[in-house]
Each structure stands twice: as C-alpha cells, then as structure tokens.
C-alpha cells in the first residue's frame, strides 16, 4: 500500500504544496527525496586545469 499521508509530510517539510504534489511525476518525486550522492573529489589534474582556466590574477 502507498504510503501518501506520509509522502504528503515529507512534501509540505520540502514546501511542496498539496497541488504540486499530486502534479508531479514518480521520477520528480523520487529527484525530490532521494538522498544526494557524494562528488567524487577532485584529482590533481582537474586542480591543475583550474587552475590555467581560472588564475588568480595576483
């Protein structure tokens, strides 16, 4: 059974209102709430391409 009354609290604490909510798509819901995945940390060489793009001009 779907859980809406639950699915309707964690929409309001987003501040999704009630007619958006029942607009959006499973796929916008599941992007809402699912939980972000962690950035992979930047490597010496994406520094490094930083870097040459963007110097700091001092």
Do not use: C
Not at 11 to 26: I, K, N, Q, T
Not at 42 to 49: P, S, Y
Request: charged content about 25%; glycine content about 10%; hydrophobic content about 45%.
């Amino acid at each position: 059974m779907t859980p809406w009354g639950e699915m309707l609290r964690r929409a309001a604490a987003l501040g999704v209102a009630p007619e958006a909510f029942w607009r959006l798509s499973l796929k916008e819901w599941r992007m809402l709430t699912e939980t972000p995945r962690a950035a992979t940390p930047m490597g010496r060489q994406g520094l490094a391409r930083l870097m040459e793009t963007w110097p700091d001009g001092g």
